[in-house]
């Protein structure tokens, strides 16, 4: 059965603090790995991740890929309280299928 | 960017009563929409693929009578929630794929907040 997996579920910093969130996946016929930003709406499109290796960075959020070992990582820097939200990771199954994992629960606070 | 928009973006409504949910993709041709639930505190769930002029594709478990998919054109899908009941209730997003630059990105609408009471 295919499967995105992320960890942790909930985490809670205090500003300013960096974060690593994980995602790992199995999934067949595996086409591309997205991050996902979601605050009380839909969810808001953050990196696609096609290639092993090759970080993609925005600002203070970053992510990388590792095909070998099926998992991304997305980093955020020097949090800020308005990067409070839950981040999805997805994963693309042959034509356009999103996967998504559970979600990690991201708190930053004063 | 592309947008996607969903109407309506809350409805309630009585058990027993059926609810239609529109999708449309504002300045761009989707040939390919997805309608997907989520519970609270939990993530995306893919409910269904629904293809311009063709039968929606369903997930295991999801009930293709009472989830109703139309997409009759290329900017617009609707999904019809039938006889809803109290266990309805959820957040339904669609999305719809447009290319972008180099790749097939889905873009999402806002999501419409069903509760059935």
């Known amino acids: 059965e295919d499967k995105v997996v992320q960890s942790p579920l909930s985490l809670v910093v205090h500003e300013g603090d960096t974060v690593t969130l994980n995602c790992s996946y199995e999934v067949t016929n595996f086409r591309s790995l997205l991050w996902y930003k979601q605050e009380k709406k839909a969810p808001t499109f953050l990196f696609m991740l096609?290639?092993?290796?090759i970080e993609k960075k925005s600002g203070r959020l970053s992510s990388i890929l590792d095909k070998k070992e099926l998992f991304s990582i997305l980093n955020i820097t020097a949090t800020q309280t308005g990067d409070s939200a839950v981040y999805l990771c997805a994963v693309t199954q042959g034509a356009q299928k999103l996967v998504f994992g559970q979600g990690t629960r991201l708190t930053i606070n004063p | 960017g592309a947008v996607v928009s969903q109407h309506p973006s809350r409805v309630i409504c009585k058990s027993g009563t059926s609810v239609k949910i529109e999708c449309r993709s504002l300045?761009?041709?989707?040939?390919?929409m997805f309608w997907y639930r989520q519970f609270p505190k939990q993530s995306l769930m893919l409910m269904a693929t629904?293809?311009?002029?063709?039968?929606?594709?369903?997930e295991q478990g999801v009930e293709k009578d009472k989830f109703l998919i139309n997409h009759a054109s290329l900017t617009l899908s609707t999904l019809t929630v039938t006889s809803a009941h109290p266990e309805d209730s959820s957040f339904y997003i669609c999305s719809a794929t447009g290319f972008s630059g180099s790749y097939n990105e889905q873009f999402f609408g806002p999501g419409t907040r069903l509760t059935v009471l």
């Open positions: 096609t290639s092993s290796g």
């Open positions: 629904s293809n311009e002029g063709s039968k929606a594709t369903y």
């Open positions: 300045d761009f041709q989707a040939t390919t």
